[in-house]
């Protein structure tokens, strides 16, 4: 059974810092979704991960893809109150499409 | 244009009786997922539908809960009997296609409250 998780669960942190929030995954898969969650509303699709060391950036946010280690990476760069919010991974499971979800990582950004 | 709608945003039910939640796809979209979301937790997955058919329904956590698509589009989550175990936000998302690498689109959630 597919199991994903992330560390940290919760994070406080200083504007202007980087910071990287990890996901492990349990079974094998090709693919890794982030999404953003702010309270109270639902979920925002940031990057979709296709293949084995995929990278993509947006604004402050890299994401990262190693399929063998079963890893992705969400790094955080010079942060700003503005990312403030809850990040959650999301694994396909390997052959029925499923989409499993990690915890989530709540971040919050003090000025 | 339009994304994912969801209807009703609350819905508050006593213990015992049944409800119905709607999720309005982004209009071409062919697959369509109803997740559970408790507090302080990850969306838990319940149900995808690849058209008409529900490709995967091993989330569903008992037979209280149903599901439907009888025209492709617009779903509909049926909770019969509802316990107060059952109060979550349930989240629907909807994709191109299956398989995953199309991004899902999620809907503002529908917060389900038993008392």
């Known amino acids: 059974e597919l199991k994903v998780e992330q560390n940290p669960l919760f994070l406080s942190m200083q504007e202007g810092k980087n910071y990287t929030i990890y996901c492990n995954y349990s079974?094998?898969?090709?693919?890794l979704y982030w999404y953003r969650q702010d309270p109270g509303k639902s979920l925002e699709s940031l990057f979709v991960?296709?293949?084995?060391?995929a990278v993509k950036q947006e604004g402050r946010l890299m994401a990262s893809l190693d399929t063998k280690a079963r890893l992705s990476t969400l790094h955080i760069t010079a942060a700003v109150h503005d990312l403030s919010a809850t990040y959650f991974c999301?694994?396909?499971?390997?052959?029925?499409?499923?989409?499993?979800f990690g915890k989530g990582t709540r971040l919050h950004i003090l000025p | 244009g339009a994304g994912v709608s969801q209807t009703p945003s609350n819905k508050v039910t006593e213990k015992g009786k049944y409800v119905e939640l709607r999720c309005d796809p982004i209009?071409?979209?062919?697959?369509l997922y109803w997740y559970r979301q408790s507090l302080g937790q990850g969306p838990e997955f319940l149900i995808y539908?690849?058209?008409?058919?529900?490709?995967?329904d091993s989330g569903l956590p008992n037979d209280r809960f149903f599901a439907v698509r009888p025209e492709g589009s617009v779903s509909t989550l049926k909770i019969q009997r509802t316990e107060r175990g059952d109060s979550a936000v349930y989240l629907c998302?909807?994709?191109?296609?299956?398989?995953?690498?199309?991004?899902?689109?999620f809907g503002p959630g529908t917060r389900l409250t038993v008392l």
């Open positions: 998302a909807s994709s191109l296609t299956a398989g995953g690498t199309d991004t899902q689109y």
């Open positions: 079974t094998t898969s090709d693919r």
């Open positions: 991960l296709l293949s084995n060391g």
């Open positions: 999301a694994v396909p499971s390997l052959g029925d499409d499923k989409i499993i």
């Open positions: 209009s071409g979209h062919t697959a």
């Open positions: 539908f690849q058209g008409t058919g529900a490709a995967d």
